[in-house]
Nanobody, 123 residues
């Protein structure tokens, strides 16, 4: 079992940056793919990025490629999402998740979910 706690969300102006963190507990963290999803008001949850247990490969949604970077520190059981050039339409609750592979996570599948952290991008 894996427990996930996100932090780092907040209010930022358009074009700004934030770094989200996800602290994980549980034996399987270092062997799990990890990822980030988001859900905007009135919309479904969408895939943002994922990273394999070893750190590679990483996978990104087309909408965030070149602006977001996912990374992990297995020694600290933490995964990060660096978000640059944020847009107002990226206002959402961002969820950390643990899953089987980056491919399955890219398709929306995850085994464990955090509670989410709110990111609000003002125009």
């Amino acid at each position: 079992q894996v427990q996930l706690v996100e932090s780092g969300g907040g209010l930022v102006q358009a074009g700004g940056s934030l770094r989200l963190s996800c602290a994980a507990s549980g034996r399987t963290f270092s062997s799990s793919a990890m990822g980030w999803f988001r859900q905007a008001p009135g919309k479904g949850r969408e895939f943002v990025a994922a990273i394999a247990w070893s750190g590679t490969p990483t996978v990104y949604a087309d909408s965030v490629k070149g602006r977001f970077t996912i990374s992990r520190d297995n020694a600290k059981n933490t995964v990060f999402l660096r978000m640059n050039s944020l847009k107002p339409e990226e206002t959402a609750v961002y969820y950390c998740a643990a899953g089987f592979t980056t491919a399955t996570m890219e398709r929306g599948s995850a085994d464990y979910w955090g509670q989410g952290t709110q990111v609000t991008v003002s125009s």
